[in-house]
C-alpha cells in the first residue's frame, strides 16, 4: 500500500501538463477526464441553455471533458431527455454550451451514442421496436442504474443494408459535432447499447458476417471507426469499450480475448485514445451477490 510520501511524490506527476496528440492539457490524461454523464435534461432530444452552466462549471484551463451520450440518429435514443447530434436544431443548441467550454480554455468530446435494444417504443420514431444485431429482449428488469423499472420490449433484427445506414449514421454526427465546434468525438461502445450489443456474443446471435466468430462480430465497430476518423481525422477520435462488463444484460464468453481482439483492430486506425471500463466493474447494478462493484477483499 502507498504511504503518505508516496502518494505526495505521486501528485505533481499527475498534475503535470502533458500533450495528447495535437491537444494540450494541464496534467495527465490517463487520469483526469470528466467522464460522460447523461443528465437526462435535454428536452426534445435538445441540448438546453443550462447546460451551460453545467459543464462550465467542470472546466479548467487545459481539462478534457467528454460530453453526456448524444444520439446519432432517430433510432438512437434509449432514455428520456437525452442530447442528440443527427439535426442541424440540435447543432446549433449544442454551440454556445461548446462556447462556454472553450472560453475556459478546455478540451470537449461529444460522446457517439445508439442504444440498440436498450430502448423502449415510446423512444422511437412512430413508436416502432428497437433495433438491433439480434431480435433477443433484454431480459433485466430494471435500467442501467439497477433501480428504475423496465421493460425492454423485443428488437428488430437488423438488415445487411440498414447496418451500413447506422454506420453512415456515425459518420453524420461525428461531423455534425465538429460543426457544432467540439474538438472529437468519442464512439460509444461500452455498456451494452449497440454497439457492444454487436460485439458480445451473449447477445449477437447472427450468422452472416456481423456475427458468429470473434472476428465477424467486431467489423460493425470497426466500419464505425473508419467511417468517422475518415470524417475528421483519427486524432479526433476515441472510443470507449466495456468487453467484461455485462451491462443491459450484454456479456462475452471470454472479454478478454474481446478487449484484445478490439485493442489490437484499434491501432491500425491511429485514434486518440481508447476508454476502457476496468474489469472490476463487471455492472452497475448492486443489491446481490451476482451484481457487485470488484472483489469483496479489494
Given amino acids: 500500500m502507498a504511504t503518505s510520501q508516496e502518494n505526495m511524490d505521486f501528485i505533481p506527476a499527475l498534475l503535470a501538463p502533458s500533450k495528447m496528440s495535437n491537444f494540450s492539457l494541464s496534467h495527465r490524461p490517463i487520469w483526469i477526464v470528466l467522464a460522460p454523464l447523461s443528465r437526462l435534461r435535454s428536452y ?35 432514455y428520456p431527455n437525452t442530447p442528440g447530434i443527427w439535426t442541424q436544431q440540435q447543432v446549433k443548441a449544442w454551440k ?81 459535432a465538429i460543426q457544432a465546434g467540439f474538438d472529437g468525438v468519442e464512439i460509444h461502445g461500452a455498456n451494452g447499447y449497440l454497439i457492444d450489443q454487436f460485439l458480445k456474443d451473449q ?12 472476428e465477424n462480430r467486431c467489423p460493425f465497430p470497426l466500419q464505425v471507426v473508419e467511417v468517422v476518423t475518415d470524417e475528421i481525422g483519427a486524432d479526433r477520435v476515441g472510443i470507449r469499450l466495456s468487453p467484461f462488463a455485462d451491462y443491459n444484460d450484454c456479456a462475452d464468453s471470454n472479454p478478454k ?42
Avoid at 49 to 63: F, K
Wanted: charged share 20%.
Fill in 44 to 78: 426534445n432530444f435538445i441540448a438546453q441553455p443550462h447546460a451551460i452552466l453545467y459543464y462550465s462549471q467542470r472546466t479548467t484551463h487545459g481539462g478534457f471533458l467528454i460530453g453526456e451520450a448524444s444520439g446519432v440518429s432517430e433510432t438512437a435514443q434509449g
Fill in 96 to 176: 454556445p454550451i461548446v462556447d462556454a467550454v472553450h472560453k475556459k480554455g478546455s478540451i470537449f468530446f461529444c460522446q457517439l451514442w445508439h442504444a440498440g435494444r436498450a430502448s423502449d417504443y415510446c423512444f422511437q420514431p412512430d413508436g416502432q421496436p428497437p433495433i438491433s444485431c439480434t431480435d433477443k429482449p433484454i431480459q433485466a428488469k430494471t435500467h442501467i442504474d439497477g433501480v428504475t423499472e423496465a421493460s425492454f420490449p423485443a428488437p428488430r433484427r437488423l438488415t445487411t443494408h440498414e447496418i451500413t445506414q447506422v454506420v453512415n449514421d456515425f459518420r453524420k454526427a461525428a461531423r455534425n
Fill in 257 to 298: 480475448a474481446l478487449g484484445l481482439y478490439m485493442a489490437q483492430s484499434l491501432n491500425k486506425y491511429g485514434i486518440l485514445y481508447c476508454h476502457m471500463i476496468e474489469p472490476r466493474m463487471i455492472t452497475q447494478f448492486e443489491g446481490n451477490e451476482k451484481h457487485t462493484l470488484g472483489n469483496k477483499n479489494e
Fill in 203 to 214: 447477445v449477437n446471435d447472427r450468422t452472416n458476417e456481423y456475427g458468429g466468430s470473434l
